[in-house]
């Protein structure tokens, strides 16, 4: 079974910095586009960065220049570094990749469990 699993929430004063990481575990054939996507309470989900195999990277408009997505293909680990930050950036933030099981499966989305970001100001 495939499971994300995301570390390196936590408190942090405003302009400051945090380092999230998401290690992927299981039996798989290919990690696709990994990102990362957050929420914060009474909003919906969305999408903060995401990361091609590749390395083809893309930010929403309000973190570009402040956060940087990377990955490690040969640990199946994406990270997401996050500097100057705000308190309008406290959410709970969740990683995402696509994954293929085996070669006989189609490609399929999975969710981490999420860590908190609270930024104080």
């Known amino acids: 079974q495939v499971q994300l699993v995301e570390s390196g929430g936590g408190l942090v004063q405003s302009g400051g910095s945090l380092r999230l990481s998401c290690a992927t575990s299981g039996s798989f054939t290919n990690i696709y586009t990994m990102g990362w996507y957050r929420q914060a309470p009474g909003k919906q989900r969305d999408m903060v960065a995401t990361i091609t195999k590749s390395g083809t990277t893309n930010y929403e408009d309000p973190v570009k220049g402040r956060f940087t997505v990377s990955r490690d293909n040969a640990k199946n680990t994406v990270y997401l570094k996050m500097d100057s930050l705000k308190p309008e950036d406290t959410a709970v933030y969740y990683c995402?990749?696509?994954?293929?099981?085996?070669?006989?499966?189609?490609?399929?989305?999975?969710w981490g469990q999420g860590t908190q970001v609270t930024v104080s100001s």
């Open positions: 995402n990749a696509d994954i293929k099981l085996t070669r006989w499966v189609n490609m399929r989305n999975y």
